[in-house]
């Protein structure tokens, strides 16, 4: 019952900027963890940041840390995924996805672990 649904990519020149968000509708467990995974052809889909909404805590991939934010509002039922200073190495089809928290409160990182997608958002840097 709970539906994604993603927006903001777009196309940018290497060292620009993108804000990526995800709309949240449905029921929403209170131990719910939303993250962006991306997934460029010849590669598996990896998840590029989580956040856990009992406390906000996040994880981000290596390949983005310092660069990539990901934030919640509650109220307007939205993920965002800030993303600076891409690289032509961002480029990906972008997925926002739900899954239920472990029971101490961590997010699963693997895909499989997620039961609740979005349609996509296609994100292309150029060189």
């Known amino acids: 019952q709970v539906q994604l649904v993603e927006s903001g990519g777009g196309s940018v020149q290497a060292g620009g900027s993108l804000r990526l968000s995800c709309v949240v509708s449905g029921y929403i467990y209170s131990r719910y963890c939303m993250a962006w995974f991306r997934q460029a052809p010849g590669k598996e889909r990896e998840g590029v940041a989580i956040i856990y909404n009992g406390g906000d805590s996040t994880y981000y991939a290596d390949s983005v840390k310092g660069r990539f934010t990901i934030s919640q509002d509650k109220a307007k039922n939205t993920v965002y995924l800030r993303m600076n200073n891409l690289k032509p190495e961002d480029t990906a089809m972008y997925y926002c996805?739900?899954?239920?928290?472990?029971?101490?409160?961590?997010?699963?990182?693997?895909?499989?672990?997620?039961?609740?997608w979005g349609q996509g958002t296609q994100v292309t840097v150029s060189s």
């Open positions: 996805a739900g899954a239920l928290a472990q029971i101490d409160g961590q997010c699963y990182t693997g895909y499989d672990r997620y039961n609740n």
